[in-house]
């Protein structure tokens, strides 16, 4: 989790440094959009050969790598520093909803400890990007 939190930081500076000079059509926009549904669609579909707490944290994942998605193209259509906040805030929710998810495949006190290890790595990376707005 650690680690995570970590990745997450990293590029969530990363977000806020770096703008688009170009923004794309609305026709890119709206083809790229189509295929992030597609996409999604196709991952969620492979979650349905998993069982029990797999196809949960399967299906996070899909759905995190979908929101994560969308924040991303709506920041490459309309550049601001407001997507680029929307972008980092939707990888750390979904990195926080996966991490939970896993943590049901544990009990009694690791269960309790992951999960708290979740909620404080989540914790971190929106006071990060907290941090990150407050200084532009």
Same mark, same amino acid.
């Given at each position: 989790m650690?680690k995570?939190?970590?990745?997450?930081?990293?590029?969530?500076?990363?977000?806020?440094?770096?703008?688009?000079?170009?923004?794309?059509?609305?026709?890119?926009?709206?083809?790229?959009?189509?295929?992030i549904?597609?996409?999604?669609?196709?991952d969620?579909?492979?979650? *349905?050969?998993? $069982? !029990?707490?797999?196809? #949960?944290?399967?299906?996070?994942?899909?759905?995190?790598?979908?929101?994560? =998605? &969308? %924040?991303e193209l709506?920041?490459?259509?309309?550049?601001?520093?407001?997507?680029s906040?929307?972008?980092a805030?939707?990888?750390?929710?979904a990195?926080? *909803?996966?991490? $939970? !998810?896993?943590?049901? #495949?544990?009990s009694?006190?690791?269960?309790?400890?992951c999960?708290?290890? =979740? &909620? %404080?790595?989540?914790?971190?990376?929106?006071?990060?990007?907290?941090?990150?707005?407050?200084?532009?």
């Amino acid at each position: 989790m650690k680690k995570t939190a970590f990745t997450l930081a990293i590029a969530t500076g990363c977000l806020f440094g770096a703008v688009q000079a170009s923004a794309m059509t609305k026709d890119e926009y709206k083809a790229e959009k189509d295929k992030i549904s597609a996409q999604y669609k196709a991952d969620k579909a492979q979650c *349905d050969t998993l $069982k !029990e707490n797999a196809k #949960d944290v399967c299906e996070k994942e899909a759905k995190g790598k979908e929101n994560v =998605a &969308k %924040a991303e193209l709506e920041q490459s259509y309309k550049p601001s520093n407001s997507h680029s906040k929307k972008v980092a805030e939707a990888k750390a929710d979904a990195a926080y *909803d996966v991490a $939970k !998810e896993k943590c049901d #495949d544990m009990s009694g006190d690791a269960k309790n400890a992951c999960q708290s290890q =979740a &909620k %404080a790595d989540h914790e971190k990376a929106k006071a990060d990007i907290k941090a990150m707005v407050a200084k532009k």
